[in-house]
Structure formats: C-alpha cells, structure tokens
C-alpha cells in the first residue's frame, strides 16, 4: 500500500467532516435534520466525528410525521440516549392541529409532503439558521443539481435555476435576515458508499434494515407495510414475508424490498446486484416526474 | 456469502477520482456519460425506463441518454443542460465522480465550478468538426484550473470510418494549441461514444490504435501524486474546546489538511502570530495518527498553549506560504452584475474571511483565441481576466500553480451574498 493512499470511504468522510465544520463555524443557529433513517445516522456519526471530543455543537430535530415504524422511534431515542444528544421533535400532528397543514385524504394518502410545513415552521420559531440534511445527490435527478451549501429565501425555497457556484472547498454561507441555508454533507456519497461506510465503521442502525417477518401488501408493484393508518383497497391482501427497508421514511411512503439479507455483507452484496434504485420503492416520488424537483423548491428536505 | 477477507479487499480498497466533461452542444457529451453509465452499471432498471418513457412523449427516436443528466424541469423542456450536474459510478477499482458540465457557450463559469475540485478533464471533439473555437475554451480552462490531467476524445469516429489520419490530424491540431497552455498531461483517444469503440472496450475498428481504452485510463491515471505533499498547510476551521472533566484541558484545531504532511513532534508556526510550537497529537475520535496529510480532516493538538482562532493557519516551518494584503489572481467572472473597477467584495480564501478592493485589471483575455487584451478594463460574466486586490488584512497563499487549496479564492458580492468571481492566485 502506497504511503498517502486515502480509500475512496475516507476521502468522502474527510470531505463530510470539513462540511460539518464549516457550517459550526460559519451559522448561529444550525440544526442537524435526523430521521432515522441510515443517511442521518451516517451523518450524525460524522458530526461527532468532527467534533470530538466535545459533543456535536448542535441539536437534532426529527419531523415526525407520526406515520413511523415503531422501530424507528425505538432506536433513535436508544441511539440519543446513549450519546447523550437532544433531539427536538416537531409534529406533523401540531400542524394539522394548529391549522397550519391539512390532512390528505383518500386511498393513497401521505403526511410526507406535509412535513414540508412543520420543517419550515419549526425552523423560523426556533429561528435556525442552517438546517444539516442526508440528501444525497445520487438518490434523485433534481437532487444532483443540488449544493452542499444551499440557500433558501425567507420563505424557504429553493431557487434550482439561480444558484450560487460553488467552487474549491470554498462555502459561501452569507444571507440576509430570515433566510436559511440547508447543507447536505453526504452530497458526494452514494447508497453504496453509505453501506461500505456503516460495514467499515461499525456503525449501528435500525434492524428494519435486516431481513424480517412482517405483514405487507401490494400497491403498484411496491411493498407497503400493513399498519392501522394504512387504508387498503378490498383487493390488496395482506401477506406475511421475509422484508428489509432499503430506506426508511414515513411508513406510508416507504417501499418494502423482499430479501433474505441478514448482515451487512449481504445488503452490500444485495446493493451490488440490485437494478432498481433505492427511491424507486418510495411511492412519494412516483407522483409525477418532477415530484422531487417540486417538493424541493417548497422548501422539502 | 463471500469470505470477509476477499469482500474488504474488493469494497474497501477504492480510490476516488473526480472528473469534469467539457464538450460543445451536440460532441455527444451525454451520450458518453450514459455510455460510461450505463456499462458501469450505474443505471438502474427504472431509471432506463423512466427515461424511455419521456423520449417516447417526446417523439425521439432513440432512448435520449441526455435526460439522465438532465435533471430539472426546464432542462427537460428546453432540451438544455442549465447546471452542473454531478454523477456517480464505480468500478472495481475507483468510484468515480463526474461534475458534468454544460457546453452552451454562455456556460464558462459552470465549467470553471466542475473544474475546480477535478483531477481529469475529458474534453471532446467531434472527428467532423476538427479543433473548434470552444475547444481552445475548454482546454485553457483545464489549463487554468491547473487540472493535472487532460483526455482528449476523438468522438465519432464511426462517423469518419475510423480514419486514423483524421484522429492524427485532430491530436497534431490541439498538441499545436496546447504549447501555449500549460497542461502537464495530456492523453488522445479515438472513440465512438455511440457505438462503444475504446469507451469501456477496445475498438475492433480500429487497429491502427493500440493505447488504452478511456475507462482504463480514469481507473489508472496516478493521481495520488497529484496533491501536494511538501509544503505544510493547515487552514484552522475551527477551535475544539470541550471543557469536560475528562478533557478539561483539551484544546484542539480542526481542520483540512490543505497540503503537505502532519506528524507529532513536527515544529510549526502560526499564522499571523508567529508563534512556534511541536504538535503534540494528530487526532480523529478515538484514534490518535501517526501521520496525516492532504485532503485528510483532523484535530491537531500543540505543545504550547497558543491563542490560536478560525481563519489562522498552522504551517511547517521550513516552507511558509507568502503574506500579504496586495494580492495578484486570475479571475473569472460569474455573475451577471459586471466586476467593478475599485468596487469592494467580500472575500474567502482558505478558513479566512476578509473584505477587498479591485484596484488593477492588467488585461483580459479573450478565452478563444488565447489572446490577451490590455484596453478594456472591466469583466462581465464568463470572463477572465487577471486583477490585483488589496485586502483588509494578510491573508497567507501560495501560488495557485503550486497548491489549488489555498491558491484559490472567491469574491462575493456585498449586497446580494452571491458568489462573483472565482480567483487563482498568481
């Protein structure tokens, strides 16, 4: 092995840690966006890469949808625990509650473009000024287009035609009064990467990502757990089989892959082989063509 | 299941390459992607068949590998490319990184962006067209960048029937050209991103050539030499004070390494204070290095308690960059709003902010002709040019020649916070 050989994980945990830094350094008020999900799970274990040994000099927020897999819950109150982080918990439901958002209805009904609301409102009462998300480019087609360092006006949206170039290692995070940025420090990974680096850090996550029994049925080609807040059709019949998350989202919206993976071994393997991408389960963005790109410009993750 | 050993050796042992494509409208740029795409395996299923649906409600006859890269709404309706666009794929060997960038000619600022964080830029030429105008652009800005290597694509040979003579004819063209420009390294390739021919596998049209396939040459190109690993530079990010009992008296710089190598016991300065000290540890959580260096992030810890802040650089003693307020660059222009001659910008360069003020534009340089232009002061976008700025305080540089961290530099606009001008340090 040659003497300054960096493997590809590293480069890209390098580049993360820098993006983590700059945002300590250059907002007030950040906040780092945590779902559950491998992606912020991934980033929160950079984050306290980076600022080790002091603690992560920013809080956590989860957008609770209150559509969750239980396991979800379950492991990120374990996980905050257990490094003794606080992470804030916005409501949907408070939304819904307060009039700010309105239920969707029907068959195919999703709190997911909802959370665009309560993210937004929870960023200006709280007035964060950065808001840290797991998107990554290679997950969407808009989302390819996006920065590291992403400027959002005072209403949060996103401007994909007018965007500040960004060059070198050079972050501009300048704003006015009431705007935002949100900065996305796992830009460069990809879902293989973010395997790669769970299996060579040892980095713990939910077990939803394992192989498991679970009762599902079909819509649209796509895997959909039974929950009670689910609404079926009297055709789709619910079935118990072997299932793993690819990507954990609301449980309304995430996609269910059969498979038998039990390590991480065999996800990465799975992820080898696999010809379908990971959002291709995620029934939020088979709404229309541009469904991200739409989303995005509101002022979504 | 595989044995552990053999899979960590297979994922585990990757290098990662950044590449930049610089083509004109229609070089078949997309094409060469989706190709590189596509045989890499990194197009999925219902990728391809997203895309086959649209190039079908478009009316195209072919499956439009463009619409890949094309990611907004209104690249797809105009049938443009807007932003810089970036992909990935891996292969065994690397994980690939492609800034691709678009060819309008109004678009040299995107690709100075795709440019700048680069180690190859492929630059195509359609084999019908010959050395174009924009082909002159896209080298100069390769050169500019001082990105270390540049691949020159013959495209469409089909379209020539694999002639030999036009591919020689195009490579003596740009070798001509190229004198003039300094690129340490450049490579020529006959392809044919249609049909395949020397992108992922050898050609059988062509036995005249017998170099090496484009994919062999982005997964062997050395380019762990291209970082700089002699002058110590280490720009501080930020100050880690825990102040727990544990690590009640820890205090910790974080950073990038930006170039050269960091070791405990090494002697360093700081910059601006001057003070000297030994670096005690380099550390990364629980790990504490034997060695770090560039493009590595870590906390370095010294001997000595020194006031020491974000925008200070920590640097080895035997080579120390240059300071100053009055400051040389290149510049390119990226922004509608015109460069202001004595206009003030803010500044970043490396961890530190500043203020500045264009006091000199030496001349401009008309990027398709290379020719230099000594009357017109003044940039508009997608210009370069070469200006001296005096800052508001020192900052510490090298040439960008010598060290693309901290060489570089960006003027951003006071009013509106957007980023104008991306700057290289003469």
């Known amino acids: 092995m040659k003497k300054y050989n960096l493997n590809h994980l590293r480069e890209l945990e390098s580049e993360s840690i820098y993006v983590l830094r700059e945002v300590a350094a250059q907002f007030e008020k950040p906040v780092l966006l945590f779902s559950g999900g491998k992606d912020s799970i991934v980033m929160f274990y950079l984050a306290r890469k980076a600022f080790w040994p002091a603690k992560v000099p920013f809080p956590l927020m989860h957008i609770d949808t209150g559509h969750n897999f239980p396991e979800t819950i379950e492991f990120r109150d374990y996980l905050m625990k257990k490094t003794g982080t606080k992470c804030i918990s916005a409501m949907v439901q408070d939304s819904i509650d307060k009039g700010r958002a309105v239920e969707e209805t029907g068959i195919n009904a999703s709190r997911n473009v909802l959370q665009t609301v309560t993210l937004l409102d929870a960023i200006e009462e709280r007035k964060f000024d950065c808001a840290l998300g797991g998107g990554r480019r290679d997950e969407e087609k808009a989302r390819a287009k996006e920065r590291f360092f992403s400027h959002r006006d005072e209403f949060g949206q996103w401007d994909p035609k007018n965007q500040r170039p960004e060059l070198w290692n050079l972050f501009n995070g300048k704003k006015k009064m009431g705007e935002h940025f949100r900065v996305f420090p796992l830009s460069n990974w990809t879902e293989m990467d973010v395997w790669q680096y769970i299996y060579m850090e040892d980095v713990e996550i939910p077990d939803l990502y394992f192989t498991h029994k679970r009762k599902v049925f079909l819509r649209d080609g796509v895997w959909l757990a039974d929950a009670t807040f689910m609404e079926k059709k009297d055709t789709e019949e619910v079935v118990e089989k072997d299932v793993r998350c690819r990507t954990i989202g609301d449980i309304t919206c995430t996609g269910l892959t059969l498979s038998k993976a039990n390590t991480l071994e065999d996800i990465i393997q799975e992820t080898a082989a696999t010809r379908v991408t990971e959002r291709g389960g995620r029934y939020d963005d088979k709404r229309s063509e541009a469904a991200m790109e739409d989303r995005k410009k509101e002022g979504y993750f | 299941m595989a044995d552990t050993k053999d899979f960590q050796k297979g994922y585990l042992n990757m290098e990662l390459l950044r590449f930049t494509t610089a083509g004109s409208v229609d070089d078949g740029k997309s094409t060469l992607i989706g190709r590189l795409l596509y045989d890499s395996k990194a197009i999925f299923e219902d990728q391809m068949e997203a895309i086959e649906r649209a190039s079908a409600q478009k009316g195209d006859e072919h499956v439009n590998l463009a619409l890949l890269t094309d990611g907004l709404r209104a690249e797809r309706e105009q049938g443009i490319t807007i932003d810089v666009a970036y992909r990935y794929f891996a292969t065994p060997k690397r994980k690939f990184i492609i800034a691709d960038t678009p060819g309008h000619v109004q678009y040299t600022r995107n690709m100075v962006t795709g440019a700048s964080t680069a180690n190859v830029a492929i630059i195509l030429i359609d084999a019908r067209q010959g050395v174009l105008e924009q082909t002159i652009r896209h080298a100069y800005i390769a050169s500019l960048l001082k990105i270390p290597h540049v691949i020159v694509c013959v495209n469409k040979m089909d379209l020539v029937e694999y002639q030999e003579e036009v591919f020689l004819g195009i490579k003596n063209r740009f070798k001509e050209l190229s004198v003039k420009l300094d690129i340490q390294d450049i490579r020529f390739l006959p392809i044919s991103a249609l049909k395949g021919d020397n992108v992922v596998d ?225």
């Open chain 2, 202 to 426: 050898r050609s059988e049209k062509m036995d005249w050539y017998d170099g090496p396939t484009l994919l062999y040459l982005l997964e062997n190109i050395h380019v762990i030499s291209d970082y700089n690993y002699v002058d110590g530079r280490f720009p501080v990010q930020y100050v880690i004070r825990p102040q727990t009992e544990k690590y009640h008296d820890y205090r910790g710089y974080a950073g990038r390494i930006a170039s050269g190598t960091f070791e405990p016991g090494d002697r360093v300065a700081v910059l601006p204070s001057g003070f000297t000290s030994s670096i005690k540890s380099v550390d990364m959580m629980n790990e504490s290095l034997e060695m770090a260096f560039a493009p590595q992030s870590v906390v370095i810890t010294l001997e000595d308690d020194i006031d020491i802040s974000r925008g200070d650089m920590i640097v080895k003693e035997n080579k120390m960059p240059e300071t100053g307020q009055d400051i040389e660059m290149m510049i390119c222009w990226l922004s509608e709003t015109p460069l202001l001659m004595n206009g003030k910008y803010s500044v970043k360069h490396t961890s530190s902010d500043a203020r500045c003020i264009v006091k000199e534009m030496p001349f401009k340089i008309n990027i398709n002709t290379l020719e230099k232009n000594y009357d017109d002061k003044g940039l508009v976008m997608n210009e370069i040019g070469k200006i001296k700025i005096r800052t508001t305080k020192p900052l510490y540089y090298d040439s960008y020649r010598r060290n693309r961290i901290t060489g570089s530099i960006i003027l951003i606009d006071e009013s509106t916070n957007n980023t104008v001008g991306a700057g290289m340090i003469v």
